[in-house]
DNA sequence: TATTGTTATACTCTATAACTATA
DNA sequence: TATAGTTATAGAGTATAACAATA
């Protein structure tokens, strides 16, 4: 998809596309910048629910991250094979895994959140600081939250 | 996926995945509605834009729509089927073709605008009419419009 | 019986390239 | 040679159901 130019009129005045457009640019940029880690949007996810509770199991990675049970798995398999995470056995529940960073995973994390933040910069880069906070803060109402 | 929690925490501090999230929301809840007339949203957004003109080609629509010219192909094959739109011959060139609604395909769209403004109604329900305004704004300068 | 993780599968959406008929 | 439309195909992303191991 094209996203250098603005979407035409009259799709471009209707709030539902706009967001859906918007949605579809800023998951796109972002893809295309991790992919200098060789790593997709629901890898950096993960990475970042694994740092902030090392040990948790994919039950609980699922709940904390919009990703369903079998994509789960191969996304923490392809972690595995990216030398970035480890299935370790669980204590007290041979059913479960504690999933955990190797170093080079928590390095790659800190590379992907950079790569973020300069993501996030480019795709607000039209909106000045006030703006950018009342985006957020509607976003978040229009999310449900607060 | 289940859009009726709101995503849980860091993801919904992160702009860039918030508009990610509603864009998927939005477009989820559209598909959705749409469904009781048998149309998907491309259907409704070359119905729209047949409409406003008359006799496009499917040139014309593809550079209208941000739909790729194949998938143009299989919408407007869809729309004939359904018996919403008709490739007509094009006068003066015989490879194009004057893509028409047919009243039937009038009275679609009719329902299926309708459909619209009560899903945008639903989505935006968590905001005021001065936020749903500010809003707007903020995507279109956000998109580079204006 | 229920839960965790896994596998296999199917489905949607989109992108790409090659083809035809016309210009 | 170039353009409009078409076809076939492949890829990414996601969803679903069935399964094995363990509780």
């Known amino acids: 998809m094209d996203f250098d130019k603005p979407p035409p009129e009259p799709l471009a005045s209707a709030p539902g596309f706009l967001l859906s457009w918007h949605g579809r640019r800023t998951a796109h940029a972002f893809a295309e910048n991790l992919r200098q880690l060789g790593l997709k ?14 040990g948790s ?25 990216l030398g970035l ?8 529940d ?8 190797t170093p080079e995973g928590e390095r790659t994390l ?4 950079t790569i973020a933040n300069q993501t996030a910069e480019t795709v607000l ?12 803060i509607l976003l ?3 999310a449900g939250l607060q």
């Open 110 to 113: 800190k590379g992907a959140q």
């Open 57 to 81: 199991t994919q039950q609980e990675l699922v709940e904390r991250s919009m990703i369903d049970p079998s994509s789960m798995v191969a996304v923490i398999d392809e972690l595995e094979e």
């Open 94 to 101: 041979r059913r479960k895994h504690a999933i955990e960073l």
């Open 85 to 92: 995470a480890e299935r370790h056995a669980h204590e007290g």
């Open 41 to 54: 949007p629901p890898h950096f996810g993960v990475l970042r629910l694994i740092a902030a509770q090392p």
């Open 125 to 136: 880069g039209p909106l000045n600081a006030r703006e950018r906070k009342d985006l957020l």
């Open 140 to 142: 978040r109402k229009l």
